[in-house]
């Protein structure tokens, strides 16, 4: 199902049963199969989802985020991909793409994150890990680890 009000670039790549709902804007991405997007989402160019991920509302999935299969990110979710964002460029004009370090960031199979969470570019987290609510993730989280607040900060490592 992908609504008619939904903003599909056709640079997307999209797997076999993808759900895409209103008021969302996809541009050079690829979505695995039986992924849902929630309304009000936006995923840029050289972001990928895995297969079967649910992605809530009002999420904003920016370049070079990899979100691995099975993922759950919760509403009002921010990925960040720049560490020093500028307005104006070293030449005093406005910034272009070519004025920004892009930092990839990679999200493992199972996580799950949790609404407003914050993810700073450049980390990785772990194989189902779990994101608290309103967590701000400043560096990678090992696998299997529950990480809450601000900064994310670890409270619970599960038995492998």
């Not at 999209?14 to 039986?34: E, M, P, Q, T």
């Not at 793409?97 to 990785?124: F, H, K, Q, R």
């Not at 701000?136 to 619970?156: K, S």
């Amino acid at each position: 199902m992908i609504s008619d009000k939904a903003l599909i670039a056709e640079t997307v790549i999209l797997g076999d049963d993808v759900a895409v709902y209103h008021f969302s804007n996809l541009y050079g991405c690829k979505i695995g199969d039986g992924t849902k997007i929630g309304t009000f989402v936006e995923i840029q160019k050289n972001a990928t989802i895995g297969k079967l991920c649910k992605i809530s509302s009002h999420t904003f999935i920016c370049e070079g985020v990899n979100i691995g299969d099975g993922c759950l990110i919760g509403h009002n979710v921010m990925f960040i991909n720049d560490r020093y964002p500028s307005s104006l460029g070293g030449h005093g004009a406005l910034a272009s793409e070519e004025d920004w370090v892009l930092e990839p960031t990679t999200i493992g199979n199972g996580v799950s994150i949790g609404t407003g969470a914050i993810i700073m570019c450049g980390v990785t987290i772990g194989d189902n890990a779990v994101i608290g609510a309103g967590a701000v993730v400043l560096q990678d989280i090992p696998a299997q680890t529950t990480v809450v607040g601000v900064p994310a900060r670890i409270i619970d490592r599960k038995q492998k």
